[in-house]
Nanobody, 119 residues
Framework: VQLQASGGGLVQAGGSLRLSCAAT????????MGWFRQAPGKEREFVAR?????????YADSVKGRFTISRDNAKNTVVYLQMNSLKPEDTAVYYC????????????WGQGTLVTVSS
C-alpha cells in the first residue's frame, strides 16, 4: 500500500488549500484515515481523522471549524483535507496515514506535502 499526498503550497493567511491523499495497492478498505502535521522544530501532531465505514470525523482543537476531512472511495481510496482560514501557525509538512482494521496504530504513511502560510 502506498499513500500519495498532494496539494500543498504557499498561501497567504486567511486563504485556503485542499490536500489530497490517494491510496494505491489496497485490496480492502481501511479502518480509518488521518492527517497529521509536523512544523519545523516540533513533533508531529494529529490534525484530523475519518472512519471509512460511516464517515465519522474527529479534529484537533486547533483546526476545528476551519479544516474538513472527507473521503471518496468511489474508485480509489482518497481522503481530502480542506483547509480554510489558514494561519501562519498551520505551516507544516502534512502527512496522510491509514490504519487497517484490528490495528491500534496507523500502519501506512504518505510522504508528506508542505504547506506554508505567510502572514
Amino acid at each position: 500500500v502506498q499513500l500519495q499526498a498532494s496539494g500543498g503550497g504557499l498561501v497567504q493567511a486567511g486563504g485556503s488549500l485542499r490536500l489530497s491523499c490517494a491510496a494505491t495497492g489496497r485490496t480492502s478498505s481501511p479502518y480509518v484515515m488521518g492527517w497529521f502535521r509536523q512544523a519545523p522544530g516540533k513533533e508531529r501532531e494529529f490534525v484530523a481523522r475519518i472512519f471509512w465505514s460511516g464517515g465519522g470525523t474527529y479534529y484537533a482543537d486547533s483546526v476545528k471549524g476551519r479544516f474538513t476531512i472527507s473521503r471518496d472511495n468511489a474508485k480509489n481510496t482518497v481522503v481530502y483535507l480542506q483547509m480554510n482560514s489558514l494561519k501562519p501557525e498551520d505551516t507544516a509538512v502534512y502527512y496522510c496515514a491509514s490504519r487497517d482494521p484490528g490495528l491500534g496504530s496507523y500502519n501506512y504513511w504518505g510522504q508528506g506535502t508542505l504547506v506554508t502560510v505567510s502572514s
